[in-house]
C-alpha cells in the first residue's frame, strides 16, 4: 500500500484544515485496512492521533485531539480524510497516514506509512 498525504499548509490558531491521503492498493483490497493519522513535532516523538476502522464503522482518537479532529474513509475512493478543527500552535508537527491490515488489528507497528504533510499553526 502507498500512501500520499496533502492538504497541509500554514494557518492560524483556531482556524482549520483538512488532511487527505490517497491509498494505491496494488493487490490489496483498501477496505482490508484500518487506517490512522499520526503526527511528530520537532524533537518529541510520534503521537497517535486518530484511527479509523477497515469499515469505517468506529473511530479512536488521541486525548489531545478529541473533540476537535474528525477522521473518515472513503473505500470507495481509497481516501482517508483528517478534518481538524480550533487548530492551536501545540498541533504544529509534520502528519502521517497510515495503514494496518485488519486481521493485525491495532496493537504494534503500523504496516505503511505515508511521506508526510507539515501543518503549522500561528498563534
Known amino acids: 500500500v502507498q500512501l500520499v498525504e496533502s492538504g497541509g499548509g500554514l494557518v492560524q490558531a483556531g482556524g482549520s484544515l483538512r488532511l487527505s491521503c490517497a491509498a494505491s492498493?496494488?493487490?490489496?483490497?483498501?477496505?482490508?485496512?484500518?487506517l490512522g493519522w499520526f503526527r511528530q513535532a520537532p524533537g518529541k516523538e510520534r503521537e497517535f492521533v486518530a484511527r479509523?476502522?477497515?469499515?469505517?464503522?468506529?473511530?479512536y482518537y488521541g486525548d489531545s485531539v478529541k473533540g476537535r479532529f474528525t477522521i473518515s474513509r472513503d473505500n470507495e475512493k481509497n481516501m482517508v480524510y483528517l478534518q481538524m478543527n480550533s487548530l492551536k500552535p501545540e498541533d504544529t508537527a509534520v502528519y502521517y497516514c497510515a495503514a494496518k491490515h485488519r486481521a493485525l488489528g491495532y496493537e504494534g507497528p503500523w504496516d505503511y506509512w505515508g511521506q508526510g504533510t507539515q501543518v503549522t499553526v500561528s498563534s
Open positions: 492498493a496494488s493487490g490489496l483490497t483498501f477496505s482490508n485496512f484500518n
Open positions: 479509523i476502522r477497515w469499515s469505517g464503522g468506529s473511530s
